[in-house]
């Protein structure tokens, strides 16, 4: 199938089918918001379960689940720099007064990169280029600076701002004392969020691939920097590899990946934090869930200019599409401490965590108290006062005062070193406070879902397919009556009725032919079609279809369910759960 083909394909096969569509199309529609049907509510479901189930019910020692308001109050993102950080570059056309995203316009145009340059920047770019609006040709104005977050009045009080959030990160960040206490105080621990985030994308031109409204499954991961406990994970995955392309290969023009061990990563210092290097590994995995080749998924850092105001390091997860080449489906962001740094700074909440020493250590720490027995003689009022202001000194800054001057000043009074008694104190310490780092994994679900079809779209004999993986398929059975047989169609109905009281998303079709009806559900991509004939009358025994080889086998009715979840859930192949006994390739 042509690149552009199988692009279109998807498309048609999304709108045909009742995957998705424009939202607000009997109004002309809005760009960046879509509307999914009823597959593809299906589908980005059984992708969101996928998710969860691979990242948190696989590691519920690791990572628990929560969720917070899509609102936010103006402070939160103050806090967190959104205000004054979360901005893409804009152009206006001075003819038609269209807007566009500069640094996207420029690398569309003129093929250069453009993402993370100033405004300034952007504008000699375009100047110098000659560069006119895509539109109507018209000029274009100089480059600012956009804020993408959605603003919005909390209740009907002037100047109660609030915003719907960018991203699921912040209400974590908030909640991570409450959760680390009810977790019992673990570290490391992650903390996901699954929901709805909005941003206010300049144009968005991709479908589902730039949303202005999307839904985000993300985590973050908090652990000790300086006793990441890492190492029973990363030991069971060091010689596997990740493809990357890293800063330094970008700078230097090379835009072939390259193949590192998760050992050598870290070794090399590719990947600054084993954690990191850990759930990028295990996204890996998940994407091949969904349906993603090993070979077409690359890592691929940003450079400092391109990174988030929070982050220390970034890679992109880049998968290859037909139409719009490598596109973004997660990022992978080492965020430091900046996080819990800030909000502790904002909120004056104490976000750190006690941690207890595997052994007690020695502390050595200066002290710095008044000499009463002469302070008091002299200054017996202002005593109190002198001692609280000492209080609140640095004790080194005390002794570097009081060695170079041979004094020091406190409201006035000059105290010298009859006045002050400075001594070295060892303790033993058992616990040490610590404000955990983060790194953290971030997926956009509409994204995988379009990532997830054209992926599973194939042509067959002039028919398209869905391949879906078996466990995210958005409907898992169909029934199918062969004939309008009054027997035949009320035994039909009994098995779906059992079928419906399953865990399995079933339907029922009794439209026209039943190869029009095998064609229907692989355009859905049901993996198994149940159909009921003559011969199940006598019998019990019923035909089971694979989507994918159009081979057909019989199973009698009493193990029809184990059979279905033996074929859905363990990816059995067909022939394992009987003899074949017909093949629509054959014919």
Not at 304 to 313: C, D, F, K, V
Not at 485 to 512: C, F, H, P, Q, W
Not at 520 to 545: F, H, K, M, N, W
């Amino acid at each position: 199938m042509a690149i552009d083909d199988l692009a279109d394909k998807v498309l048609d096969i999304g709108r045909r089918r009742g995957f998705f569509w424009p939202a607000f199309e009997i109004y002309g529609g809005v760009a960046g918001f879509y509307d999914l049907g009823p597959y593809g509510a299906l589908l980005k479901q059984n992708i969101i379960e996928e998710w969860r189930r691979h990242f948190i019910k696989r590691y519920p020692d690791l990572i628990v689940e929560i969720e917070t308001p899509v609102i936010t109050p103006e402070k939160v993102f103050i806090a967190s720099g959104h205000v004054e950080n979360f901005v893409d570059p804009i152009v206006g056309c001075k003819k038609c007064g269209r807007f566009f995203r500069a640094d996207q316009l420029i690398e569309e145009k003129l093929g250069v990169k453009a993402e993370g340059k100033s405004v300034e920047e952007l504008t000699d770019i375009i100047s110098k280029s000659g560069l006119r609006c895509p539109v109507c040709g018209g000029e274009l104005g100089e480059v600012r600076l956009f804020n993408l977050l959605f603003r919005t009045q909390i209740g009907p009080y002037q100047g109660s701002v609030g915003f719907f959030r960018p991203e699921a990160a912040q209400g974590m960040f908030i909640s991570f004392k409450r959760v680390h206490q009810v977790m019992r105080n673990k570290l490391p621990i992650g903390i996901a969020q699954i929901g709805r985030v909005a941003r206010n994308e300049i144009s968005p031109r991709q479908g589902l691939i730039r949303l202005r409204e999307f839904t985000i499954m993300e985590f973050e991961f908090f652990f000790d920097q300086n006793e990441p406990g890492a190492d029973e994970y990363i030991d069971k995955v060091r010689n596997e590899k990740l493809s990357l392309i890293t800063a330094d290969m970008r700078r230097e023009k090379i835009e072939e990946p390259q193949s590192f061990t998760i050992d050598e990563a870290l070794r090399q210092g590719v990947i600054k934090t084993p954690w990191m290097a850990f759930w990028m590994y295990e996204s890996t995995l998940f994407l091949e869930k969904i349906g993603v080749p090993r070979t077409n998924i690359v890592f691929e850092e940003k450079l400092p200019e391109e990174r988030a105001h929070y982050s220390r390091q970034t890679f992109d997860q880049l998968v290859k599409t037909a139409r719009w080449g490598w596109i973004e489906v997660a990022g992978h962001a080492y965020r430091g401490d900046y996080d819990l740094s800030r909000h502790k700074q904002f909120s004056g909440e104490d976000l750190t965590v006690r941690k207890q020493l595997r052994e007690p250590v020695e502390r050595r720490t200066l002290v710095v108290r008044l000499n009463k027995a002469v302070l008091g003689r002299e200054l017996k009022d202002k005593l109190d006062s002198i001692q609280q202001q000492i209080k609140s000194m640095s004790p080194e800054v005390l002794k570097r005062e009081l060695d170079n001057k041979g004094f020091i000043e406190v409201s006035g009074v000059r105290l010298s070193r009859n006045h002050l008694v400075i001594e070295e104190v060892v303790e033993k310490v058992v616990t040490i406070s610590v404000t955990p780092h983060v790194v953290e994994p971030s997926f956009g679900s509409e994204r995988l879902l379009y990532v997830a079809m054209e992926y599973a779209l194939r042509e067959k004999q002039g028919r398209l397919i869905l391949s879906f993986p078996r466990r995210i398929a958005p409907v898992k059975v169909a029934v199918l009556p062969l004939v309008d047989n009054e027997k035949i169609v009320g035994m039909a109905k009994r098995i779906y009725d059992m079928l419906k009281e399953t865990d399995l998303m079933v339907t029922y079709d009794d439209s026209g032919s039943i190869g029009r009806r095998y064609a229907r559900a692989d355009e859905i991509g049901v993996p198994v079609c149940v159909t009921i004939d003559y011969q199940s009358l006598t019998d019990g025994t019923v035909t089971l279809r694979d989507r994918d080889s159009w081979k057909q086998v019989r199973v009698h009715v009493d193990k029809l369910v184990e059979s279905l979840r033996r074929f859905i859930y363990d990816n059995v192949e067909i022939e394992e759960l009987g003899p074949i006994f017909f093949s629509e390739e054959k014919e």
